[in-house]
């Protein structure tokens, strides 16, 4: 026996009242999907804000995480570190022909300073001069290879620093080649495992560090720059061309 009319209609109220409930269902569901992919999202977006912010509060060395040993913001130290009264500071570039020249003059006398009761004597490889280099980063390189030598043999650092000078390419030439800043490291007194370090460039981030430290916070427009005591040598009047003028600058401020 056919259904009635009415049945029909009721069947058919009550199919749209399940349908109805079904779509309200999966609207309820894709809601709450929606919100918990937001929460996840805005959770992921907060986090990775927190990241950034550290990531900025840090200065250019803090965030390089691979860093030498024996190296003390981006300066190799010598002399009475625990106790001084007095640091001089040289900033560097193993390409800057004006670098050779203030190691000729000053050279010795900062080894002598570094011997000195209340005086720490800094060295700071910067690479300013990557553009003199046809393309080979010879600043760049030759400083990761400072910074190697201090990682692996600090005590064989001055001995390279001057090595490195007394070989200075000429500007705009490609500089010396890796194997023979290796060679000079080796001569110098670092372990055969520097070979590694300078060909791999292992520093040669934190030497960008580096730079970017010495312009920010020191002020460093170019090389070669030595500060005595958070002063530099060009607001002091100090000719450091003049043989004996930077150790007596230092010395009287022990004095």
């Known amino acids: 026996m056919s259904a009635s009319r009415k049945e029909r209609r009721e069947a058919a109220r009550k ?16 809601r709450t999907i929606t919100i ?79 011997d000195t009761d209340g005086v720490v004597v800094s060295y700071y490889p910067v690479s300013y001069l990557d553009a003199a280099s046809q393309g080979t980063r010879y600043s760049t390189r030759s400083s990761n290879a400072a910074m190697c030598v201090a990682d692996l043999a600090k005590d ?21 080649p890796d194997d023979e800043l290796v060679e000079l490291a080796i001569a110098a007194g670092a372990p055969e495992s520097v070979r590694e370090c300078i060909v791999d460039g292992e520093f040669n981030d934190y030497v960008s560090a580096i730079s970017q430290h010495a312009s920010v916070e020191h002020e460093v427009t170019g090389t070669p720059t030595s500060i005595i005591n958070g002063v530099q040598d060009r607001d002091m009047n100090l000719n450091w061309s003049e043989p004996g003028a930077l150790k007596a600058a230092v010395l009287d401020e022990l004095n």
């Open 15 to 30: 199919r749209a009242e399940e349908l109805r409930a079904e779509t309200a269902r999966r609207e309820k569901r894709a």
């Open 156 to 176: 064989s650092f001055v001995e390279f620093h001057e090595s490195v000078f007394a070989n200075q390419p000429a500007q705009n030439t490609p500089g010396l």
């Open 36 to 114: 918990l992919s937001t929460v996840a999202g805005l959770t992921v977006l907060a986090v990775l804000i927190m990241v950034i912010v550290a990531q900025g509060s840090k200065s250019p060395m803090e965030a390089v995480e691979h860093q030498p040993r024996n190296v003390v913001d981006g300066k190799v130290q010598f002399g009475d570190v625990d106790n001084a009264d007095v640091e001089a500071i040289v900033f560097s570039d193993y390409m800057c022909p004006h670098c050779n020249t203030f190691e000729t003059v000053n050279g010795a006398d900062l080894k002598e300073l570094a």
